[in-house]
């Protein structure tokens, strides 16, 4: 297990994570083995556990500030998936982000000055791939790398941004769908009913109406995470959403 606190650059970061590349999850941790039997449904939280816990020791806690403080570093995990074939790769799913404060992120129009910046504007990957044929303890750890969110990121997710805090404004943040943006939107992030007025775990209050409104995090869509990818490696979407393996 890495001691992060002791590593002193994003470099040095990068270059004791690249050492996962090609790694299977056993060869990180023997906790993945012990899951082996379970569902396979749902196995982007056990992963992501295997590798931010075990090899580079951080805990889950929803600090406001990225995974690494002292280097401005979230750290995701996220899983890829094959084609038919098994000779094109994709990412499986949306990547949840940090969570959004309706009451506070407002009064912040820009993205450089929102919690979704300050939380993810260095983000380091590491990409696994979900494997169907094989159990956990075999997936294999295919990418290692950073994402920054720089001016070319901004200008492609500010328009989704402005969308969201338009509609906190308008006090319709109960009425933020996924659907209607392209890149960046919101997602569910609680273990309640919201549709039971009962329910308290998956409600948040709004500044500009009464009614609360649904606890959720921001989310990049697979399709922007497909091209976060492609890009790091150099190589173009087939049918906008694949690469070569």
């Known amino acids: 297990m890495l001691d992060v606190n002791k590593i002193r650059s994003t470099g040095a970061l990068l270059k004791k994570a690249k050492w996962l590349e090609g790694k299977k999850l056993k060869d990180v941790s ?102 169907k044929k094989k159990r956990r303890s075999e997936y294999q750890v295919r990418y290692v790398f950073y994402w920054k969110i720089d001016d070319g990121v901004i200008k492609e997710l500010t328009p989704d941004y402005r969308r969201i805090i338009d509609m906190i404004k308008a006090g319709k943040a109960r009425d933020i769908h996924q659907k209607d943006n392209k890149y960046l939107t919101l997602c569910p992030k609680h273990n309640g009913r919201f549709k039971d007025p009962k329910d308290k775990k998956s409600k948040s209050p709004q ?33 906008g959403r694949w690469w070569k393996a």
Request: aromatic share 10%; hydrophobic share 30%.
């Open 30 to 131: 023997k906790a993945i083995q012990s899951s082996d039997k379970a569902s396979r449904v749902h196995t982007k939280g056990s992963v992501g556990d295997v590798i931010e816990q075990g090899y580079f020791g951080i805990p889950k806690n929803p600090s406001p500030y990225p995974d690494i403080k002292h280097l401005g570093v979230e750290l995701k995990t996220c899983p890829l998936k094959y084609d038919e074939k098994r000779d094109m790769l994709s990412v499986k799913e949306p990547l949840s982000l940090n969570m959004i404060n309706y009451m506070e992120e407002h009064k912040h129009p820009r993205i450089v000055d929102s919690s979704f910046y300050n939380k993810n504007k260095l983000v380091l990957f590491i990409c696994y791939i979900h494997d």
């Open 207 to 239: 500044p500009f109406n009464r009614r609360p409104a649904e606890k959720k995090a921001f989310r990049l869509k697979t399709i922007y995470m497909d091209m976060i990818i492609s890009r790091y490696l150099g190589k173009g979407l087939h049918k």
